[in-house]
Each structure stands twice: as structure tokens, then as C-alpha cells.
């Protein structure tokens, strides 16, 4: 398929199409993103990641903070609250 043919597909879809497409490709770019690491690689980013996140909090406030994720349950939001 041409790409000039896939922009014609494109703007015949509907807002909730378009919307899935626009989710799909999302998920595209990001697997093509963490495809480009290895899991060791992705699980030091992370490590990483957390350190910073760490750094500087005392022990008290990382007990605070872990404390606090998990006594409060959040449920996960429904879009069709929102969602036309």
C-alpha cells in the first residue's frame, strides 16, 4: 500500500478510529523505542531511574513515601465516563 493510499484510509476514519489508530501507533514507537535496548540495559535504566528518584530523601520519607503507595488504592479510571 502506498502511503499516499494509506493517508486516504486515514482521513475516512471515525474520531474513535482515529483514536485507536493514533493509541496503536503509540505503542509502535514505543516498542520500537525499548526494542533498541536490551532487558539488562531497560532493568539499569530503571534502577537508575528509581536511584534518582531516591536521592536525597531520608530513610523516614522513603518509608513515608512507600507507605503511602500502598495503603491508598486508586482505581483505574473508565473512559466511557468521559469518552463520546
Do not use: C, H
Not at 493517508?7 to 525499548?34: G, M, T
Not at 537508575?48 to 523516614?60: D, H, M, N, Y
Amino acid at each position: 500500500m502506498m502511503l499516499d493510499s494509506l493517508y486516504q484510509v486515514i482521513d475516512d476514519l471515525s474520531a474513535d478510529d482515529l483514536d485507536a489508530l493514533s493509541e496503536y501507533i503509540e505503542q509502535q514507537r514505543e516498542q520500537r523505542r525499548l526494542a533498541q535496548y536490551t532487558t539488562e540495559e531497560r532493568i539499569q535504566k530503571i534502577e537508575a531511574a528509581f536511584a534518582e528518584l531516591r536521592e536525597g530523601l531520608t530513610p523516614a520519607e522513603l518509608d513515608e513515601i512507600t507507605e503511602a503507595m500502598n495503603s491508598e488504592v486508586v482505581e483505574p479510571f473508565d473512559e466511557s465516563e468521559w469518552r463520546d
